[in-house]
Structure formats: C-alpha cells, structure tokens
C-alpha cells in the first residue's frame, strides 16, 4: 500500500451518548496536505480519530485507501502515524531509543536493522544527543519531536495530527509545523488552530457543530472561518 | 525513587542487571527468613550502605532514597503499631525500608533498557504457566515512564493550590490527582492503540 492513501466518508455520523459529534459528512480526499479547522468542540478530532479506527461511525462507512479503519485496523494502523496535543502522553518508554524502537515492534526486523533505523530518525529529529535520555527529561518540543519520530520511523503513508502545536511554545511550534509541512513525504492531515499553518495546505476543511462547513481553497477557507470570528 | 540512572563505573555499573536482580531477590528472602533474629537489621543495613558506597554514589543518594521512602515508612509504621507491639512494628518497616533502598540502588546503577531486557529474561521460565513476559516488560516500561509525569501532576496541584491559597490537605491533593493519572492513562491508551498495541 504505497502512494496516496484516498479517505472517504459517506454519510458519516457519530454519536457519543446521544450526542452528535459529527453530522452526515461526506468528502473524498486525496490531497496532499489536508487541514482542519473549527472551533472547540466542531468535530475535528471525532473526525482525525476515525482516519485510524479510534472513533467508530454511528453511521455511514469510513474508508482509508480501501480499508475499514474499525475492522482493518491493525493493518491500517501500520500506514496511518498518529500525533496527538500532548507530549507527554504518547511517549511510552522510558529512553529516547527504546521509544523510537518501540514503534518497529512486531514487525520482523533484526536487531541491528533496528538499530540502524533508530539511528537514522534520531538524526532527522536533532536527537542524537539524547539517545540514551530518559524521555521525562526532554523539553516538551524535544518531546514533540520524539512522537514524531515514533510515528516517522515506522514508514506510514498518511501522518494524521491533531492540534500537534496547542501544547508548544512559538518557536517549537513553528518547527514542528514546518517539519510537516515541508518536510516529511507522507499525505497530511493537519488539525490546528494555527491558521497560518492551516493556509500553508492544499486543501482545508472547516468543521461546525458537527458538520462539515466547507472545503477548499485554504486562503479562502481561512479568510472566511476568520471574517466569521471576527 | 525510579529512573534515576546515575552513570559510573563502579562493580556495580559493570554487574550485568540479570545478576543484580538475582542478588536482590536472594537478599529479600534472606532478609525475609530471617525475620526473628536481632541482627538481621543491622547487618542489613551495613550491607546496604556498603553497596551504596561500593556503587560509587556516597550517602547522600542514600539519604535521599530514604528520605523518599517516608510516606510509606509512616503509614507501615502507623497501621502496624494499632496491631502490633512496637518493637515488631518498627523492625517489620525497618526491613521494608532496607528493600526499598536496595531495589533503588539497582535502578541508580542500571540502564532501564539493561534492566527490562533481564526482567524479561528471567520471567521467560514462567511462560509455560501462561505469563507473558513481553507483557510485562511492557508493564514495567510503562510504569516507569508514567512515574515522573504523575510526579508532575502532583507539583503542578500543589502549586495550584499554594497560588490560590489552599491548605494542602489530603483530600484536595488525591482527587485531583487521580482525575488527572485517568485522563493520563486514557491519552496513553490511545496513544498505544495508535502505534499498533491493542
Ligand atoms: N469520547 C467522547 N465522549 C463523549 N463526547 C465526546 C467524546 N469525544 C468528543 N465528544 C464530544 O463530541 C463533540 C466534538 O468533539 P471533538 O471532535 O473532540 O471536537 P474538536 O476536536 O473540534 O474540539 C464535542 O461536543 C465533544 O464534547
Ligand atoms: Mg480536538
């Protein structure tokens, strides 16, 4: 499952003890950077969570590149990466390494295959330095970075990311944000409330109450979510 | 009182984990066995103290392991003494305490990664009896982790609670405590199912 992973929603609802969380959204996407704005409580994360099986439909089918992300899951999650706000707890391991190893788990590498791979994402995160640290002991960017590199290190095709920057301070937000923006190959979902980073996509989906608002152009989507808050 | 690996070189650093682990358990059931007898403590406690400055550390670690050990001293001591004569009561936490302290002195003197690989290795027997020990090195891995971000949390209450004024008092300590290790946990979760661990 290489190339372009297409999500498709058909008639999606979902609901959370008789609460909608999400109201009859349809859309295929296959672009390459995809953002999600909306206020608190729009949807945004009830619809990045479904991407990778978290959230389940009440209604309507989900499909990722052709899988069910509720029954497929294990396979799907393998290609799907996951970042969620805060640093703090999505790192699993007490040491940088074994975080960063952690996520080839299972998969039938050798040691020294792992090692090498380790090796090669500590270098693309700027954490060769701290290797051997106890994860508690990074900054919280560093940390950030980590679950980045957690995510990256395991190859997927589609990085999902939900408010990645809402925990960070300016400058470490700005490197994440360019660091998945512009660096990494994989498709992108991007869920912030960062409209600069929202407008540097192809494609933004703005969610409200629930529903899928609009979609398009990210210029114009931002300018009209910003015109509406005004 | 985990995850405080103090880089050395002393015999105790070169030890492999496995060998630690086994002498620990070896001394716990010593110390264990010997319940009854007058110099079991002290001798105990020579021993640790020995180890501590073997492993290159001083005594201020020492202090500061114990010292972090007094919340459970004082509720050992506590609901013990209801029961029981003084004397049984003091050298019953005496003992716990020395255990704690040398199951410390392992995690100042190994790398995590060393000890869940040796944790995992001796666990291996158990496997027929249907424990899994990959499981557990996971467990373990885990806790170990979580332990200074639930540390966090508990500065991050006091602190709250100082600024407003609060007194800080064992009820308006544990409940926001535990909302806030839950709603941890569940992130975790998450995060886990997320990479590929269901
Ligand atoms: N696990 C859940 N249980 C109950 N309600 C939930 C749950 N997750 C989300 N919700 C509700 O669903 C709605 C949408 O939430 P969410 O997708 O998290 O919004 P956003 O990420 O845009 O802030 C909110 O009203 C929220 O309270
Ligand atoms: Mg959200």
Known sequence: MNGKLIIQFESVSVEFAGRIALRDVSIALDA?????????????????RMLNGLVTPTSGAVKVHGLDPVRDGKRLRRHVGFIFSNPDAQIVMPTVTEDLAFSLRGRGLTRSQVAERVASTLESIDLVVHADAPTHSLSSGQKQLLALGAILIGEPDLVVADEPTALLDAANSRKIGNRLLDEIPQQLVLVTHDLRLAARCDIVLRFESGKLHEHGDPRSVVARYERDHA | ?????????????????????????????????????????????????????????????????LCAARWIVLVMLVTQVIFLPVLV??????????????????????RIPALLDATERALAPFRRFGVNPAAIGLLLALTITAIPVIGGFATAIREAQ????????????????????????????????????E
């Open chain 2, 162 to 197: 100082r600024a407003r004024g609060a007194p800080v008092r064992l009820q308006t300590f544990v409940v926001p405590l535990l909302v806030m290790s839950l709603k941890h946990s569940d992130e975790l979760a998450d995060a886990l199912t997320a990479r590929g661990i």
């Open chain 2, 89 to 110: 009561a003091l050298t019953n936490t005496g003992r716990v305490l020395i255990v704690i302290v040398l199951a410390a002195l392992i995690t100042l003197t190994t």
């Open chain 1, 32 to 48: 390459q950077r995809i953002g999600v704005i909306g206020s608190n409580g729009s949807g945004k994360s009830t619809f990045a």
């Open chain 2, 1 to 65: 009182m985990i995850g405080l690996y103090q880089p050395g070189t002393s015999l105790l650093h070169r030890t492999p984990a496995g060998v630690k682990v086994l002498v620990f358990a070896a001394l716990t059931l010593a110390i264990a066995l010997t319940a009854g007898g007058v110099w079991t403590l002290p001798a105990a406690g020579c021993l640790t103290a020995a180890l501590y400055l073997l492993a290159g550390l001083g005594i201020r670690p020492l202090l500061r392991q």
